[in-house]
């Protein structure tokens, strides 16, 4: 617990500030360096870059549909400068500008960034290792996931693509758009998905330091073993469906499309066997920042380790057994959907014993309200809506009432961005001291999430109420009716965007204008925090010590240097036991 | 709380390796058992993604099996039995001389491994080599997916077509003109690790030539013998075919969508269209307003539609899933021949040793699954009857 001074006979470790030399960002210079390098911290931080950028690029998409959503009719679209350029009828061009959103946002986005990015960074520091079990595979997934946003961006300017980003037959294998570019660039990053989650699972089965089990091991890193569970398992099975779709578009090989005796509903069934499973890509990881940054900035032990850890594992294998509730509209046996829906709610407990958990941490933590755990807050809120709405949709009832509604864009949106984006957020927030060495205007930070928050809940619940009086999803147009509510969300929209960039900028003012980060800033008993910041190229001098990594018994405030360290008491050595090294470089 | 690690003095210097660190490990790793057991769990895993790879494609076949057991029951003739036999055997022969490859890697036996890394080799391409001659035999009888579906049976042989079997083996005939002058100029300028790479390498490039053949030969013996029995057995009546092939040769010189899809409309057996009919004719109904109570319509319509095998929408179904499953499984195969040369290229320069065998190790477990698949679809596509 953080209290002040260190008492009187402790041993003090605290690795201090990296040099030049061992810094990972300065130990080699160039282009080059970075574009060959096979260090993880450095993929991991061009993974950052990429999914930024594509983030961004579908964020502003997201912003042009609210725009053009602004009166019934359509506004955006229909401005005479976007008739100077196209002669494109603009719902045409409202169709291509949301598959593109969804497309980007899934694909390049929400299932690379968490994984991909800041497990890349994360996973060996956490681990005490060196680096990730395969470091070229792990370089070669980052380049496979630019090739695949390659194709994405020129399946744009080719010819658009309008299918939703679910490329349903028989529209799909009919449709003049570039649906050939897109779900070519949809496989390739389905092979960057399934190298991280395979470099992952082998990284934590070999390579976890003596000392530490399966239950002494961070539960970020639960977290990632389990999505990258799902990633080997379910990404094969796109790659497959997505070739046959290509296949029928090029041979008519007569599988999906029903003109040549093919079956659209296989179609939708082999999607949605990857496509739900990738839903827990997408937040299972979010799940296991959120267990650290809670913890960490409560100050207090973990409530029911277990509990997240096998809740992780049970999502992830729940999972494969539920994507039927894509599909109750879509003509299947009455006794299928019931089964699949009742499925469907089993998946709510692992999720419902994970938010109690986090709940019960901060009962009685000393909480410190730092701009992660701000975000870790909206988090739990976001997360909790979203994840109650869908038990909404996952009843057979009112699905049929809800189906293809802005209900599910709600829905969907609060789990998708109020869950796996603020949770992003809040976890570069947090790691951030850690991968460039500086620290950020706390103030800034604080800002950006409650922004982030606001806009974020006027967007999205409207939503929720336009969908339940009728508001079909995908349209271009609207009732008069439903005129005031769409404004309030796109107003909503804009907030959101504000709340990112002022985020986006306080991050970049750090990095010149940054106080050194120490080696811990937050006080954290995992082990990355045991390294420098930013961490050496080979991340540990010397293997560190193992313990438990939510043990925060012996991390104290040092007031003289203003950091945390771990000042753990003398013990007496055995005959014949060499002393333990002390880390600090003063 | 503390491990013995920590109190170990750091024996991984930052940019050099400490006199215990072999060559062959990598920098990240402590020992050669934690890289020989994370590329073993790596491979396996890799191994569980390439089988539900195909386990989609397998899926397909289930269904469509299910749904129409006559199609694949009667196209499945024209698929060559022999030729696939012949095929099996020679995949069963190069899995035994990988694994023998693995043991040689093992204990050293550096010439044997390299021997039998070659013969693994001239195994796959002779299976290619038969596999070409297949492919070709079918394009130009017109046994193709749905969309440029052309047999017709009164004249399963038109004259004229591409030859398609000179198409494939020119890739491999250049391969083997490029190995050979490799070897030429190797030998030459008396480089031994050079020619040592481009003999097996010729020889590898040659046994594609074996396979095609051998394939001729078998499928010659076919057309004289058995061809016409062959055909004719196929379990379907003879006036049906008559009356698919009739609409299929209307305009048999045009392959392409937009006039196949046109043809389909014609084709009378083909079910998802016709739901389509009835379904737009019942939507246009609902439009104006007319109730509709009894729909014993759809029912007749659907059970009325005759039961041909041979049109491009049914026999169709059966060769997209064929040519699919085959020709994946042959895209594995290249990538397995890819690695097999890296693997040679290595065992002559003998990068392998007791503590480093991994790489054999891998890529045999990889060649195992291929050829396992291949045993799923030689009984599944060629011997149902």
């Not at chain 2, 035994?96 to 070659?118: G, I």
């Not at chain 2, 017109?142 to 077509?161: D, I, K, Q």
């Not at chain 2, 196949?260 to 009919?277: I, P």
Request: charged share 15%.
């Amino acid at each position: 617990m953080s209290s002040g001074s260190i008492p009187k006979g402790r041993i003090v470790r605290d690795p201090g500030f990296p040099t030049e030399r061992e810094n990972y960002l300065t130990t080699s210079k160039g282009v080059f360096s970075w574009l060959f390098t096979l260090d993880h911290k450095r993929i991991g931080m061009m993974y950052l870059v990429g999914v930024t950028v594509a983030f961004l690029v579908a964020g502003l998409l997201a912003l042009a549909i609210r725009f053009h959503l602004l009166a019934p009719g359509g506004w955006l679209f229909n401005r005479p400068i976007f008739k100077s350029f196209t002669d494109k009828d603009p719902n045409d061009i409202y169709n291509q500008v949301f598959t593109l959103h969804g497309a980007i946002m899934v694909f390049l986005f929400i299932i690379p960034s968490i994984p991909a990015a800041l497990g890349n960074f994360l996973v060996p520091v956490m681990l005490g290792a060196k680096d990730v079990a395969f470091p070229r595979l792990n370089l070669s997934s980052f380049y496979l996931w630019v090739f695949g946003a390659i194709f994405f961006v020129s399946a744009l300017f080719a010819s658009g693509l309008d299918t939703g980003w679910t490329f349903y037959t028989p529209y799909s294998t009919t449709t003049d758009s570039s649906v050939i570019l897109a779900t070519m660039g949809a496989f390739i990053l389905g092979f960057s998905s399934i190298f991280t989650g395979l470099n992952f699972i082998v990284t934590i089965n070999t390579m976890r330091p003596p000392g530490m089990t399966w239950f002494k091991m961070p539960l970020f890193l639960w977290a990632t073993y389990s999505t990258s569970i799902i990633q080997v398992l379910a990404t094969p099975v796109l790659g497959i469906t997505l070739l046959l779709l290509i296949a029928e578009r090029t041979m008519h090989i007569g599988i999906f499309d029903p003109e040549f005796n093919g079956d659209p509903v296989t179609y939708q069934h082999f999607f949605w066997f990857y496509s739900h499973p990738a839903v827990y890509i997408m937040i299972l990881p979010a799940f296991g920042i959120i267990s650290e940054l809670i913890s960490v900035h409560s100050h207090k032990h973990i409530f029911g380790y277990r509990f997240i850890a096998y809740s992780s594992i049970a999502i992830a294998l729940l999972g494969f057994l539920v994507w039927g509730h894509h599909m109750f509209t879509a003509g299947m046996s009455s006794l299928t959907t019931i089964i699949f829906s009742a499925l469907t709610f089993t998946v709510s407990i692992p999720s419902a014993i994970k938010v109690f958990n986090w709940l019960a941490t901060m009962y009685k933590g000393s909480i410190s309200l730092t701009t992660p755990m701000c975000y870790a807050l909206s988090f739990i809120f976001l997360f909790t809506i979203g994840g109650l709405t869908g038990l909404f949709l996952g009843t057979l009832a009112t699905d049929l009432h809800l189906h293809d509604t802005y209900f599910i864009v709600a829905h969907f949106h609060y789990v998708m961005v109020g869950g796996t984006l603020v949770a992003f957020m809040g976890g570069v927030f947090h790691w951030w001291p850690k991968m460039v060495g500086k620290m950020y205007n706390e103030f800034g930070g604080r800002i950006s999430a409650a922004l982030v928050f606001l806009g974020f809940n006027l967007t999205f619940l409207p939503q929720f109420v336009l969908g339940s009086r009728g508001m079909p999803r995908r349209y271009a147009t609207y009732d008069p009716e439903f005129a005031f509510l769409h404004q309030v969300s796109t107003f909503g929209a804009l907030l959101l965007g504000i709340g990112i960039l002022v985020a986006l900028v306080v991050l970049m003012y750090s990095l010149w204008n940054g106080r050194k980060a120490p080696a811990n800033p937050w006080g954290g008993a995992t082990l990355e925090w045991m390294c420098t910041s930013p961490p050496p190229f080979y991340n540990f001098d010397r293997a560190p010590v193992v313990g438990d990594p939510y043990d925060f018994e012996f991390i104290e405030w040092d007031n003289e240097n203003e950091r945390y360290v771990t000042a753990e008491p003398e013990r007496k050595l055995a005959p014949g036991q060499k002393p333990e090294p002390v880390h600090a470089k003063h | 709380m503390s491990t013995l690690e920590a109190a170990e003095p750091d024996t991984h210097g930052h940019d050099d390796h400490g006199h215990d660190h072999p060559a062959f490990l990598a920098h990240h790793f402590d020992t050669p058992e934690q890289q020989f057991d994370s590329g073993k769990l790596g491979i396996w895993l890799f191994l569980v993604t390439e089988v539900l790879f195909f386990s989609g494609m397998f899926c397909a076949y289930a269904i469509f099996r299910m749904t129409r057991p006559d199609v694949f029951e009667g196209c499945s003739q024209f698929l060559n039995t022999k030729l696939g036999a012949i095929n099996t055997g020679v995949l069963l022969f190069s899995s035994l001389t990988m694994a023998w490859a693995v043991r040689c890697s093992q204990t050293e036996e550096h010439k044997k491994l390299t021997a039998l890394l070659a013969a693994t080799l001239s195994c796959a391409m002779v299976f290619l080599g038969v596999k070409s001659i297949e492919y070709s035999h079918k394009w130009g009888m017109g046994l193709l997916p749905a969309g440029y579906f052309t047999y017709n049976p009164n004249n399963p042989h038109p004259e004229g077509g591409t030859n398609w079997l000179i198409w494939l083996c020119l890739p491999f005939a250049l391969l083997l003109v490029g190995v050979v002058i490799w070897l030429v100029i190797s030998v030459v300028k008396g480089n031994k690790f050079q020619t040592a790479c481009a003999m097996p390498l010729s020889v590898v490039c040659l046994s594609f030539f074996l396979g095609v053949g051998l394939g001729t030969i078998l499928e010659s013996g076919e057309a004289q013998g058995g061809h016409d029995v062959a055909h004719a057995d196929a379990d379907h009546p003879a006036g049906a075919v008559d009356a698919a092939g009739s609409v299929v040769s209307q305009d048999e010189t045009v392959v392409g969508g937009g006039v196949v899809r046109e043809r389909l409309v014609k084709d009378a057996s083909n079910t998802g269209l016709q739901d389509e009919f009835v379904a737009r004719r019942t939507q246009m109904e609902l439009a104006t307003g007319t109730v509709v109570t009894d729909r014993s319509d759809v029912a007749d319509a659907v059970s009325a539609v005759p039961q041909e095998v041979l049109t491009p929408s049914r026999a169709g179904v059966f060769f997209g899933i064929y040519y699919c499953m085959t020709g994946v499984h042959a895209i594995h195969i290249l990538g397995g021949i890819g690695v097999l040369v890296w693997l040679l290229v290595r065992s002559i320069r003998q990068d392998f040793n007791r503590q480093y065998f991994g790489p054999v190790d891998y890529v045999g477990l990889y060649w195992h699954l291929v050829d396992l698949i291949w045993i799923y679809l030689f009984p599944l596509l060629y011997l149902i009857r």
